[in-house]
């Protein structure tokens, strides 16, 4: 009896180690897939250009709002979004949708005008309290 109580003690064990046969999520290829940074927002000046990296992914069209005076192309490799802020731009935040092949998409924000020191940089702080991971 002893037996067969510690032989139903180690199946019971090896299950709960073995994970009984569950599913592991699957990764998306890489087509599939775009993130653009862990920056918040970028800096650009009226009648200025300013390049994104993206951090993963390819990315094969980007879109800016209309009427924001902005220009975006996506650069030849893919990996690069250029953005370029009219000359008459008014001082306004503005979110481009970057999407890939297969229509993944990722979106960031462009800060037009505002301090001069900022042109080219980055925006540190989180909107809205929302955070990448």
């Known amino acids: 009896m002893s037996r067969i109580v510690a032989s139903i003690g180690l199946l019971a064990a090896l299950a709960l180690v073995g994970g009984c046969g569950g599913s592991r999520p699957v990764a998306a290829p890489a087509d599939e897939r775009i993130v653009v940074s862990d920056a918040d927002a970028y800096f650009v000046a009226p009648g200025a250009e ?3 990296e993206l951090g993963f992914g390819i990315a094969a069209k980007a879109e800016a709002p209309k009427d924001s005076g902005l220009t975006v192309r996506v650069s ?6 250029i953005v370029a802020a009219a000359k008459n ?11 890939t092949a297969k229509g993944a998409s990722d979106t960031f924000v462009v800060d037009i005008g505002g301090d001069p020191s900022n042109y080219g940089k980055t925006r540190v702080e989180q909107p809205h309290g929302y955070k990448r991971k």
């Not at 030849?76 to 979004?81: A, F, H, V």
């Open 50 to 52: 300013t390049t994104v």
């Open 76 to 81: 030849e490799d893919g990996k690069k979004i």
């Open 89 to 99: 731009a008014k001082k306004a935040r503005h979110t481009v949708k970057v999407s």
